[in-house]
């Protein structure tokens, strides 16, 4: 199965200031259509996951655009241009390249400091 | 509006056997694969199973190969999962969600398993 890696686990961050998630697969995400198929969730604190971005970089409908994803082969981002007080919770990044075992990152906890 | 609703949840002693339904809406249901992620208490997400269309194929995570099986009825637009021979360590939240460009575009708001004597 392929292994995603995300760093940090947790991430104190101050209002308003920039944050930034990194993960990396032990495999390439290229599928053989040529898209790679890596996803962003958030989990706000007692919700259920939330689809932010899909493709690497496309965000999906109602997420704010202070959310951006960016990477290529193995190695991911995501990023949060100003952190606000409603992104607080744990963000997932999810392969589904690799069917059918689609498998996702351990998390990173984002809190205000 | 998509809406996923999890129902069937509850306390079961090891060993024992419980039926998750997912009631879909919003969306043409039979036009899409469906899946169930888990989440254990405090941990990340688990893909649990998926289930195409028609039925004609299902997937399942290691761990569950054998005892839980998931199911649809699309005149119904519902998505079961029998999990049966429970064990401690799967005691979670089970999440119902739908597949679209190889990732789950939409979720339910869970419901709770817990496999204790």
């Known amino acids: 199965d392929v292994v995603m890696t995300q760093s940090p686990l947790s991430l104190p961050v101050t209002l308003g200031q920039p944050a930034s998630i990194s993960c990396r697969s032990s495999?390439?995400?290229?599928?053989?259509?040529?898209?790679?198929?890596l996803n962003w969730f958030q989990q706000r604190p007692g919700q259920s996951p939330r689809r932010l971005i899909y493709?690497?970089?496309n965000r999906d409908s109602g997420v704010p655009d202070r959310f951006s994803g960016s990477g290529s082969g193995t190695d991911f981002t995501l990023k949060i241009s100003r952190v606000e007080a409603e992104d607080v919770g744990v963000y997932y990044c999810?392969?589904?390249?690799?069917?059918?075992?689609?498998?996702f990152g351990q998390g990173t906890k984002v809190e205000i400091k | 509006e998509v809406q996923l609703v999890e129902s069937g949840g509850g306390l079961v002693q090891p060993g024992g056997s419980l039926r998750l339904s997912c009631a879909a809406s919003?969306?043409?249901?039979?036009?899409?694969?469906m899946s169930w992620v888990r989440q254990a208490p405090g941990k990340g997400l688990e893909w649990v199973a998926n289930?195409?269309?028609?039925?004609?194929?299902?997937y399942y995570v290691d761990s569950v190969k054998g005892r839980f099986t998931i199911s649809r009825d699309n005149a119904k637009n519902s998505l079961y999962l029998q999990m049966n021979s429970l064990r401690v360590e799967d005691t979670a939240v089970y999440y119902c969600?739908?597949?679209?460009?190889?990732?789950?575009?939409?979720w339910g708001q869970g419901t709770l398993v817990t496999v204790s004597s």
């Open positions: 969600a739908r597949v679209d460009t190889r990732s789950y575009d939409y």
């Open positions: 919003g969306f043409t249901f039979s036009s899409y694969w």
């Open positions: 289930i195409k269309q028609d039925e004609s194929e299902k």
């Open positions: 495999q390439s995400l290229v599928h053989s259509d040529g898209n790679t198929y």
């Open positions: 493709k690497v970089s």
């Open positions: 999810m392969q589904g390249t690799h069917w059918p075992t689609w498998t």
